[in-house]
């Protein structure tokens, strides 16, 4: 099969789609569950399934430093190792090196850093990033590029992207194509709508399989992250998948999905799920509260999940007080099938061209609690 996208309905600039995959098809809108280290934190493979996820990330920086690419290779690839035949996104490590590494140097070349684990030297160039996700065998590759730090100058942020540009032309050089395998350019630009133009002319002009909107849901706030949405998704070709990278919260996702995006990856609901919170229809819930403790309703009404057809808040609440390790995997599985939800009444609502409303529909519901 070939790599592809359908775009099957829009609803203002909402879009409702289908990526197809050597791995597999994915409809969209989606949320990829984050599975950092060959692992979706707390979940098991088939937990992941459950809660309607089609297509799940990886991250370049954790697996080249350990297991290490060429042994995940030796392995069998990501999907084998971690027994998920659908289709997996990978990162180029950039972002990561510039969150955790530590005496990292950028240059023309790529980045030299430190790994967080054992002090030992790298160097990540495109070049060695693109044969990384390649051993990694990620359906979705991602050029490497650096995230343009918020808050930049527009000087700072003009030369971050085009040295990301000039990433984007390697990258792509050094990308081997094989049928229902694809790579996506990452437009920067930081929050300045003529550098993110050159940025999208840039990437056109290389040509890729898909477009991530990266650099944004780094400070600058839910409204300005909206505006540079409503500038970028636009000039992006509409027969492309579009992915805005680690965003966000339940409100950042419809208002992005409003705006044209397609694809989204977080850690926010696996992370929340580790810290006894849990998004609802009806609100944020810390089940760590004592109001939940005689409360035996289920978490969320609305959710068909194993941990909200079989148990009680008060049943989680216990869990989270006694540190038991099944409180975090119940909570983890509830918020993925949370964002899955969410999503697949986004493509619903889009079909039938009420997108507006259900957007007004889920926030009020997110009131009630
Ligand atoms: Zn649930």
């Given at each position: 099969?070939?790599?592809?996208?359908?775009?099957?309905?829009?609803?203002?600039?909402?879009?409702?789609?289908?990526?197809?995959?050597?791995?597999?098809?994915?409809?969209?809108?989606?949320?990829?569950?984050?599975?950092?280290?060959?692992?979706?934190?707390?979940?098991?493979?088939?937990?992941?399934?459950?809660?309607?996820?089609?297509?799940?990330?990886?991250?370049?920086?954790?697996?080249?430093?350990?297991?290490?690419?060429?042994?995940?290779?030796?392995?069998?690839?990501?999907?084998?190792?971690?027994?998920?035949?659908?289709?997996?996104?990978?990162?180029?490590?950039?972002?990561?090196?510039?969150?955790?590494?530590?005496?990292?140097?950028?240059?023309?070349?790529?980045?030299?850093?430190?790994?967080?684990?054992?002090?030992?030297?790298?160097?990540?160039?495109p070049?060695?990033?693109?044969?990384?996700?390649?051993?990694?065998?990620?359906?979705?590759?991602m050029v490497l590029d650096e995230c343009t730090?918020?808050?930049a100058?527009e000087d700072e942020a003009a030369e971050s992207m085009r040295l990301s540009a000039r990433w984007a032309r390697r990258s792509r050089d050094?990308f081997?194509?094989?049928?229902?395998?694809?790579q996506f350019g990452i437009v920067q630009g930081g929050v300045y709508e003529g550098l993110r133009r050159e940025s999208v002319d840039a990437l056109r002009a290389i040509g890729f399989e898909g477009y991530a909107i990266g650099g944004l849901?780094?400070?600058?706030?839910?409204?300005?992250?909206?505006e540079m949405l409503e500038i970028t998704a636009p000039m992006l070709p509409a027969d492309k998948p579009r992915y805005l990278m680690?965003?966000?919260?339940?409100?950042?996702?419809?208002?992005?999905?409003?705006r044209g995006v397609?694809?989204?990856?977080?850690?926010?609901?696996?992370?929340?799920?580790?810290?006894?919170?849990?998004?609802?229809?009806?609100?944020?819930?810390?089940?760590?509260?004592?109001?939940?403790?005689?409360?035996?309703?289920?978490?969320?009404?609305?959710?068909?999940?194993?941990?909200?057809?079989?148990?009680?808040?008060?049943?989680?609440?216990?869990?989270?007080?006694?540190?038991?390790?099944?409180?975090?995997?119940?909570?983890?599985?509830?918020?993925?099938?949370?964002?899955?939800?969410?999503?697949?009444?986004?493509?619903?609502?889009?079909?039938?061209?009420?997108?507006?409303?259900?957007?007004?529909?889920?926030?009020?519901?997110?009131?009630?609690?």
């Amino acid at each position: 099969m070939s790599f592809g996208f359908d775009l099957l309905a829009t609803d203002g600039a909402a879009r409702a789609g289908l990526l197809r995959t050597a791995h597999g098809e994915v409809a969209t809108p989606t949320f990829m569950a984050v599975g950092t280290a060959g692992t979706v934190k707390a979940m098991t493979t088939d937990a992941v399934r459950a809660t309607g996820a089609k297509i799940v990330l990886g991250n370049t920086y954790h697996l080249m430093l350990r297991p290490t690419a060429e042994r995940v290779a030796r392995l069998g690839g990501l999907h084998k190792m971690m027994d998920w035949p659908g289709p997996i996104l990978t990162d180029s490590g950039g972002f990561q090196i510039m969150s955790l590494a530590k005496l990292r140097k950028l240059d023309e070349t790529g980045v030299t850093f430190r790994s967080h684990l054992d002090g030992s030297a790298h160097h990540l160039t495109p070049e060695r990033s693109m044969e990384i996700q390649f051993l990694l065998d990620s359906t979705i590759t991602m050029v490497l590029d650096e995230c343009t730090k918020f808050p930049a100058t527009e000087d700072e942020a003009a030369e971050s992207m085009r040295l990301s540009a000039r990433w984007a032309r390697r990258s792509r050089d050094a990308f081997v194509p094989r049928d229902g395998y694809g790579q996506f350019g990452i437009v920067q630009g930081g929050v300045y709508e003529g550098l993110r133009r050159e940025s999208v002319d840039a990437l056109r002009a290389i040509g890729f399989e898909g477009y991530a909107i990266g650099g944004l849901a780094v400070g600058e706030g839910q409204a300005m992250m909206f505006e540079m949405l409503e500038i970028t998704a636009p000039m992006l070709p509409a027969d492309k998948p579009r992915y805005l990278m680690g965003v966000g919260t339940p409100d950042d996702l419809l208002g992005s999905v409003a705006r044209g995006v397609d694809m989204f990856d977080c850690v926010m609901p696996t992370r929340a799920g580790r810290t006894a919170r849990a998004f609802t229809s009806r609100g944020v819930f810390n089940l760590r509260n004592a109001r939940f403790i005689d409360d035996a309703r289920p978490l969320d009404e609305a959710c068909g999940c194993l941990c909200c057809t079989r148990h009680t808040r008060a049943y989680l609440h216990h869990l989270i007080r006694c540190e038991e390790i099944l409180g975090p995997m119940l909570l983890t599985m509830h918020n993925l099938t949370y964002y899955q939800s969410l999503m697949t009444g986004a493509r619903a609502a889009i079909f039938e061209r009420r997108y507006e409303a259900y957007c007004t529909a889920t926030r009020a519901g997110w009131q009630e609690s």
